[in-house]
């Protein structure tokens, strides 16, 4: 049926050497529009990272996410309505249980978990940590709490220099985090380090991530550096991506999404050291890839501002976003879509430093992209993923349903 549906459309939807066409999915990490019906459950009541920052600065420059429709969202509030909106838009809820960014991507891209993946609130155990010391053959490490990235550094950083020791932490999240110092650990041997964690902190001991965390400067002013790492789980079933590459076309991956899926699917990458750096590199890629899927991650959102509870660096950072779209619009060809989305929240308004359970925005715009069109909120963020495999007409057995039909013209 779907394939009749594709074929009524016409050669828009035919895979081609004439006709080529690329989707280019962007989220910006964290940047959620308001708590889920569940948000009690996780503590998270009231957040609302869009609304609360948008309040927080009086007022942003996002004219270009307003011209797609970001303030028409349903429960979007802040942000200005627009009443000709240039793009389709919407939101999701989080069908997956959890909030972190490896439930939130994999759910975009198909994966649904029906149990959350592992946190440890009191730290690791000490079979875990015994083992990871005898499998990283060192004598001893530091901290084992939950903390936050940067607190930690500043609390334990000398005797870290001092020790050698790594620094171990974990959050909210279902991460296992080492800190280390670039002039004391060496960045390669950080990276070993968490891939011995990434091979035992499966099964019983599983964890989303284990994270690099590289560290340099004397204290009191330690900062942390680009060179971050992120190691993820395989994805518990086939994803998006891997349905794509299977269809012989291109996946890009651009910023911390070749990590997140564990290069499952991955047909090239870049990292990036900054938001802007990841606009960049996904412009690169728009000079490239000719036909296929350019999947970013922005993740200084969550990383810089939301988990250090800064609303003006984080609307500073919405309205930096917001004066590339013209860029990235002007090199988007005849058939290729745009869509713009998150993976969680995390409210820098709230007392929290994680993340807040909250739904998605989508905003998707093209030259075939009816423009205004609502597609209200969606019972899981997997019917992006869904939606990218319709307009490439590959069959899949994804969960979810698309809006495929509903937006284009």
């Known amino acids: 049926i779907q394939e009749l549906k594709s074929f009524e459309k016409g050669a828009l939807y035919t895979k081609g050497e004439n006709n080529m066409k690329r989707a280019i999915l962007i989220v910006l990490d964290s940047v959620g529009v308001g708590e889920?019906?569940?948000?009690?459950?996780?503590?998270?009541?009231?957040?609302?990272?869009?609304?609360?920052?948008?309040?927080?600065?009086k007022g942003l420059e996002i004219n270009e996410l307003e011209k797609l429709g970001i303030g028409n969202i349903e429960g979007v509030n802040a942000p200005k309505k627009c009443d000709n909106a240039i793009g389709a838009f919407g939101r999701c809820e989080e069908a997956?249980?959890?909030?972190?960014?490896?439930?939130?991507?994999?759910?975009?891209?198909g994966v649904?978990?029906?149990?959350?993946?592992?946190?440890?609130?009191?730290?690791?155990?000490?079979?875990?940590?015994?083992?990871?010391k005898k499998r990283a053959n060192i004598e001893g490490i530091l901290g084992n709490i939950v903390a936050s990235g940067t607190q930690i550094i500043e609390d334990l950083g000398e005797e870290h220099v001092k020790t050698g020791y790594p620094i171990i932490y974990t959050s909210a999240d279902s991460v296992f985090q080492i800190a280390a110092h670039e002039d004391v650990i060496p960045v390669e041997k950080l990276y070993e380090m968490c891939e011995i964690a990434r091979n035992m902190l499966v099964d019983k001991w599983a964890v989303g991530r284990v994270i690099a965390r590289p560290f340099i400067g004397e204290a009191p002013n330690f900062?942390?550096?680009?060179?971050r790492r992120d190691y993820a789980l395989d994805p518990f079933n086939k994803t998006m991506l891997e349905y794509l590459k299977d269809a012989n076309y291109e996946v890009a991956a651009v910023g911390k999404i070749e990590d997140i899926y564990n290069k499952k699917g991955i047909t090239s990458a870049v990292h990036t050291k900054s938001n802007m750096d990841g606009v960049d590199k996904t412009l690169e890629y728009m000079d490239t890839v000719k036909e296929g899927l350019i999947f970013t991650n922005l993740v200084d959102f969550d990383m810089l501002y939301g988990h250090r509870n800064d609303p003006a660096g984080y609307g500073k950072?919405?309205?930096?976003?917001?004066?590339?779209?013209?860029?990235?619009?002007?090199?988007?060809?005849?058939?290729?879509?745009?869509?713009?989305?998150?993976?969680?929240?995390?409210d820098p308004t709230t007392s929290s430093t994680d993340h807040s359970r909250?739904?998605?925005p989508v905003l998707v715009y093209g030259k075939n992209v009816k423009p205004?069109?609502?597609?209200?909120?969606?019972?899981?963020?997997?019917?992006?993923?869904?939606?990218?495999?319709?307009?490439?007409?590959?069959?899949?057995?994804?969960?979810?349903?698309?809006?495929?039909?509903?937006?284009?013209?």
């Not at 997956?96 to 891209?109: L, M, P, R």
């Open 112 to 132: 649904i978990l029906e149990e959350p993946l592992n946190t440890y609130p009191q730290g690791f155990s000490d079979d875990i940590i015994n083992e990871f």
């Open 317 to 346: 950072a919405l309205e930096d976003f917001d004066n590339r779209l013209q860029e990235i619009y002007s090199k988007m060809d005849e058939e290729d879509i745009l869509i713009i989305t998150a993976d969680h929240g995390c």
């Open 36 to 57: 889920l019906k569940d948000a009690k459950n996780y503590g998270d009541e009231g957040s609302h990272t869009l609304d609360n920052v948008y309040k927080t600065c």
């Open 96 to 109: 997956s249980k959890g909030k972190d960014t490896v439930t939130g991507h994999w759910e975009i891209s």
């Open 372 to 409: 205004g069109v609502n597609i209200g909120t969606r019972e899981t963020f997997a019917d992006i993923g869904k939606t990218i495999l319709d307009f490439f007409n590959v069959q899949n057995e994804l969960v979810g349903k698309s809006f495929l039909n509903d937006i284009l013209k």
């Open 358 to 360: 909250e739904h998605i």
């Open 223 to 227: 900062k942390r550096t680009s060179n």
